[in-house]
């Protein structure tokens, strides 16, 4: 379905990134995968090649300034072209409105909405500039398209994730106003808000697992009560996985999507309904 398209996967180290760079690639698509941590990152590759697929590990943070032009090159000088770009990456740092830092806010707007708008603008010459190239010529125009990932959290705001719900309902502002710029050649802009999916992320708080961001040390997971109530407001009555997740991203990437753009698919179970 990808064969002659070349994808990045931001943050498919593991979790949902990873079930999507393996979905593209087991579907034809080159793979650039992206990660903070560069082991996961290059064990997903190795898993690609063994399975007959192509990928290439691009290590590094999507919020570092430099990174994102660094990325794209990297993805256009090792297989030619750009077609599919997915802003996965993410991590949440929780806590009540009255007691959240600028620190925290800033670093999960950061992640959210920043990272996804400066690899959509250093993507530009690759796509918006080379399909309008392509119209100009008058010949055939690649497929080419965004999928950025949103949660129920923006959606609906969540108690405890102030700094979330504005990264999450950023990315769509951001995802709409993507399709309506580019949508003039040809270039789809999705988003995918995922409910609750089984990954590091939403893991049992208790585990105990941290991640750093910036200074700060932040705990990572959902406290295990939250967990075991939460399969009750989703009707198909559990957690989704991260390969029923990946599904929705590769499906807006997919031909079968073909006249959807600007839109926000729910992967959810059912909840929110
Ligand atoms: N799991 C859920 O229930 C759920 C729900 C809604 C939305 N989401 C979103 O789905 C996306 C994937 O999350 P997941 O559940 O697979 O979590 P995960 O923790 O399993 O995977 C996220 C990956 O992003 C990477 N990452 C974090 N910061 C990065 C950075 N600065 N640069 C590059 N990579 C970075 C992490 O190292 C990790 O491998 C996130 O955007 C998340 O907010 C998840």
Redesign the pocket.
């Known amino acids: 379905m990808f064969q002659n398209q070349v994808a990045i996967v ?10 999507a760079a393996k979905l593209f690639a087991r579907h034809g698509a080159s793979v650039i995968v ?4 560069a082991a ?2 290059e064990a997903v590759v190795v898993e690609i090649r063994a399975a007959g697929g192509v990928a290439t590990a691009v ?6 300034p430099d ?1 994102p032009d660094h990325l794209m090159k990297t993805a256009v000088d090792t297989y030619g072209k750009l077609n599919i770009l997915v ?6 740092w929780d806590g009540m409105l009255h007691k959240m830092s600028d620190e925290q806010w800033q670093a999960v707007l950061d ?2 909405a920043t ?1 996804p708008f400066r690899m959509i603008r250093a993507a530009a010459p690759y796509m918006r500039e080379a399909a309008k190239a392509e119209k100009e010529a008058g010949g055939p125009v690649e497929p080419r398209c965004i999928v950025n ?5 923006g959606l609906h705001g969540n108690i405890g994730q102030i700094n ?1 719900a504005a990264g ?1 309902m950023g990315v769509v502002g951001l995802t709409k106003t993507v399709a309506k710029e580019w949508g003039a050649f040809g270039i789809r802009c999705n988003a995918v ?10 893991q049992a708080k208790e585990k105990g697992e941290t ?1 750093v961001v910036g200074s700060q040390e932040v705990a ?1 997971g959902i406290p295990n009560q939250m967990r075991q109530m939460a399969p009750m407001v989703i009707p198909l009555g559990r ?2 996985t ?1 390969e029923e ?1 990946a599904g929705g991203i590769v499906l807006l990437a997919s031909p079968f999507a073909a006249y959807i753009t600007g839109h926000t698919l729910e992967v959810t179970g059912g909840s929110g309904i």
């Open positions: 931001t943050g498919a180290g593991r979790g949902i990134g990873a079930a992206n990660d903070l941590d996961p990152c290590p590094g943070s999507v919020t570092d990174f802003n996965n990456a993410g991590f949440t992640i959210h990272a990932v949103s949660s129920t959290s979330y999450k808000a995922f409910g609750f999916i089984e990954t590091r992320m939403t991640i990572i957690p989704g991260p997740a």
